[in-house]
């Protein structure tokens, strides 16, 4: 969306090295960051979220960080695996709506 | 966690027709539903916001009168595609937000071809 910028949009690793994908938002006032994993023709799913009073959040492979002054957050994934690859969508809350990044296509190579 | 449902999963019409999407909160009660169009190999687009008992908002450049809202209850939403054309063909998703925390829940999606 407008309000949510996503690089890159596509990102190819070689199985077991890291990833990471950054998005930048311009509203001060969003407060809730989450990231989507969206298989093809399916529903996104939520894979970790990070709001706005904490600056990291990891869950096993994957982290969140988010920088509040330059308004940007970013998903990091290591040990990266095959079924790792989807498209990953970065959303920004503001004001009880979603605005969803434009879409990372993550390519893990076995 | 909660569930969303959708109905159909696809439709395929013919150009001129008008069809009728749900979305369904099945396990908690939502006063606001949202609905995205995604297009192939694209991001999910905000259409509209959903409001029980009042009128849907719809973002800029949606047509309020082609897509239109309603929100009957609070565990439904329907998405009415009027008089569809081809370039109304897309991958229309609705989503429910816990008011709690934030996190949305979202509905399995609908594929509408319009032929």
């Known amino acids: 969306g407008e309000n949510v910028e996503q690089h890159p949009s596509t990102l190819s690793v070689q199985e077991g090295d890291s990833a990471v994908i950054k998005c930048t938002y311009s509203d001060s006032a969003s407060n809730y960051f989450p990231w989507y994993k969206q298989e093809l023709g399916k529903r996104p799913q939520l894979i970790i979220d990070i709001r706005s009073n904490v600056g990291e959040k990891k869950d096993q492979r994957i982290a969140v960080t988010l920088n509040k002054t330059a308004k940007h957050f970013s998903l990091h994934i290591t040990e990266t695996q095959p079924e790792d690859s989807a498209v990953y969508f970065c959303a920004e809350n503001n004001f009880n709506k979603f605005y969803f990044g434009s879409g990372t296509k993550l390519n893990v190579k076995p | 966690g909660a569930v969303v449902s959708q109905h159909p999963s696809r439709v395929i019409c013919k150009s001129g027709t008008s069809v009728k999407i749900e979305c369904r909160s099945l396990d908690f009660q939502a006063t606001t539903m949202f609905w995205y169009r995604q297009f192939p190999k694209q991001s999910l687009m905000l259409m509209a916001t959903s409001n029980e008992g009042s009128k849907a908002t719809y973002e800029q450049g949606v047509e309020k009168d082609k897509f239109l809202i309603n929100h009957a209850s609070l565990t439904l939403s329907t998405l009415t595609v009027t008089s569809a054309h081809p370039e109304d063909s897309s991958f229309y998703i609705c989503?429910?937000?816990?008011?709690?925390?934030?996190?949305?829940?979202f509905g399995p999606g609908t594929r509408l071809t319009v032929l």
């Open positions: 989503s429910a937000p816990r008011t709690l925390n934030n996190e949305q829940f």
